[in-house]
């Protein structure tokens, strides 16, 4: 019977896998001569070791599968070194079981085409797509209509997290801000304890502890909720009155950012979404991704 453990089971598959793609990297890719006397194909293990600026000896343990402490400042070198995706670089990770610090969050501008396309497909349901740390990235324009997102400056304007404590006007629009408020922190405190020393995470709790008092209360209060696949939110909008949602939430795959749908939950707000895309179709011309993307902040944390 096998006695591997699952450390076991990652070391010996980071083994394989440090050692498929050192192979695949062909040394003119890198700017090394190929040689005729190379017996190893793709790049040796010395060659990596110098373009990731690490030492040889270190390097040869960690394609060995040994039990060896590795920084993420290390992982990320050797990610580079190895010209992996981003995708790889998130396996590499987490075989190595280290929480990567780099922002897994993509530039605003750096939105896929298709998850624009996507989101303005929903043509009775707002529907918004965040960061790891809930910043809005890129929404439709039912979102829009209910959330104004160019209504708030500030280093943190596009944060849901932010928005919903410190902008009185979007914390006015929810029936139940108070119950919302309490459920928000548990679940911001399960994320942040999934990528501890995230600078960016760490950035915006701290200013949201210095800055609410009912964040810091709820923060305080140690409490974690992972949240249901769905749950009803009632807000008041100006042009509609009140409507009810579903929100629901999707994790993009091989990543941890966020698309949220927010169907109607009943009728009345069916056709009050209804009502606000028509008057959104009759008002000015659409905002494109791009101009929608130009407002964003890079530096921002979540929504």
């Excluded at 914390?171 to 801000?177: E, G, I, S």
């Excluded at 009810?244 to 707000?269: C, D």
Aim: glycine letters at 4%.
């Amino acid at each position: 019977m096998s006695t591997d453990t699952s450390d076991d089971t990652k070391r010996r598959d980071m083994r394989r896998f440090l050692m498929a793609r050192r192979a695949a990297i062909s040394p003119e890719s890198v700017g090394l001569p190929s040689g005729w006397r190379r017996r190893t194909r793709g790049l040796r293990r010395e060659e990596v070791a110098a373009l990731a600026g690490v030492g040889l000896s270190w390097y040869t343990w960690l394609e060995q599968g040994r039990d060896i402490r590795v920084s993420a400042q290390t992982l990320e070198r050797i990610a580079n070194a190895l010209r992996l995706s981003r995708s790889d670089t998130d396996y590499l990770f987490a075989l190595a079981g280290v929480a990567r610090l780099e922002s897994a969050i993509r530039p605003a501008n750096e939105v896929d085409r298709s998850i624009q396309d996507t989101l303005d497909g929903f043509q009775s349901d707002p529907a918004l797509f965040l960061s790891p740390w809930w910043d809005v990235l890129a929404y439709n324009e039912l979102a829009d209509a209910v959330f104004e997102f160019d209504d708030y400056d500030g280093p943190f304007a596009r944060n849901h997290y932010w928005r919903f404590f410190m902008d009185p006007k979007r914390r006015a629009k929810y029936l139940n801000w108070d119950a919302l408020g309490e459920v928000h922190v548990h679940y911001l405190r399960l994320l942040y304890g999934q990528m501890p020393g995230d600078p960016h995470f760490t950035q915006l709790v701290e200013a949201l502890r210095s800055n609410s008092p009912e964040f810091c209360r709820f923060w305080e209060a140690q409490f974690t909720a992972a949240p249901s696949h769905s749950f009803e939110i009632g807000m008041t909008l100006p042009r509609v009155g009140v409507v009810h949602f579903m929100s629901m939430r999707f994790r993009a795959l091989g990543s941890q950012e966020l698309l949220i749908l927010l169907p109607p939950a009943n009728e009345v707000t069916a056709r009050a979404m209804k009502n606000l895309q028509q008057m959104l179709n009759r008002s000015a011309p659409r905002k494109t991704a791009r101009a929608r993307k130009s407002n964003s902040n890079p530096e921002a944390v979540s929504p």
